[in-house]
């Protein structure tokens, strides 16, 4: 079976940082793209970045451009997000996502994790 796990998720001042990892089992990890995304409270989960499986190219919403960073450890099948200069509005549950041919949209998943509660304080 596919199990995505996520940890490192938190309480955190804003201005703050947090990395997020997800360990992956059950599928052929460096052949799928994986991807983080986040559900803010009241509103639809988006994506926060992706991570192809191939050349590891990489996407980040606009929001978190320049602050977040994606990288995959094919060898200990593993995905982290590190999160810097944090702010109260990204408090959100973090997922992790997995798919042949993932992309940006969670649309585009078929295997998630149960998700890791990220809160930023003001």
């Known amino acids: 079976d596919v199990q995505l796990v996520e940890s490192g998720g938190g309480l955190v001042q804003a201005g703050g940082s947090l990395r997020l990892s997800c360990a992956a089992s059950g599928f052929p990890f460096a052949d799928y793209a994986l991807g983080w995304f986040r559900r803010v409270p009241g509103k639809e989960r988006e994506g926060v970045s992706v991570?192809?499986?191939?050349?590891?190219?990489?996407y980040y919403a606009d929001a978190v451009k320049g602050r977040f960073t994606i990288s995959r450890d094919n060898a200990k099948n593993t995905v982290h997000l590190q999160m810097n200069s944090l702010n109260p509005e990204e408090t959100a549950i973090y997922y992790c996502a997995a798919d042949r041919f993932g992309g940006s949209q969670p649309s585009t998943y078929h295997h998630w994790g149960q998700g890791t509660q990220v809160t930023v304080s003001s």
């Open positions: 991570i192809g499986s191939s050349r590891g190219s990489e």
